[in-house]
Nanobody, 114 residues
Framework: VQLQASGGGLVQAGGSLRLSCAASGSILRFNPMGWYRQAPGKQRELVAVISRSGSTTYADSVTGRFTISRDNAKNIVSLEMNSLQLEDTGVYYC?????????WGQGTLVTVSS
């Protein structure tokens, strides 16, 4: 499984970014698929995941600000991040589970500045 994350960057607080995760092959194989993040000095944590059926789960800290979506035709899962806060800074990892085995992308850095 190859997962290619993109879209990270530097943004001011209150701004927006869109992350994309492109998978090798059909994303319908994965259940769920989504994003985790790791802030400096902290453990990796769930941000948002989306199931094969389209149901979503969000961390409390991003609910209402982030939206995860999937394009099955393009084999891409995206994360729209709005109203970014300093606490959203970290490396964001694309995640996919296939047959109970997790796979991770290489990570993309999101830096939110004041």
């Amino acid at each position: 499984v190859q997962l290619q994350a993109s879209g990270g960057g530097l943004v001011q607080a209150g701004g927006s970014l869109r992350l994309s995760c492109a998978a090798s092959g059909s994303i319908l194989r994965f259940n769920p698929m989504g994003w985790y993040r790791q802030a400096p000095g902290k453990q990796r944590e769930l941000v948002a995941v989306i199931s094969r059926s389209g149901s979503t789960t969000y961390a409390d800290s991003v609910t209402g600000r982030f939206t995860i979506s999937r394009d099955n035709a393009k084999n891409i899962v995206s994360l729209e991040m709005n109203s970014l806060q300093l606490e959203d800074t970290g490396v964001y990892y694309c995640y996919a589970r296939l047959d109970a085995r997790p796979s991770w992308g290489q990570g993309t850095l999101v830096t939110v500045s004041s």
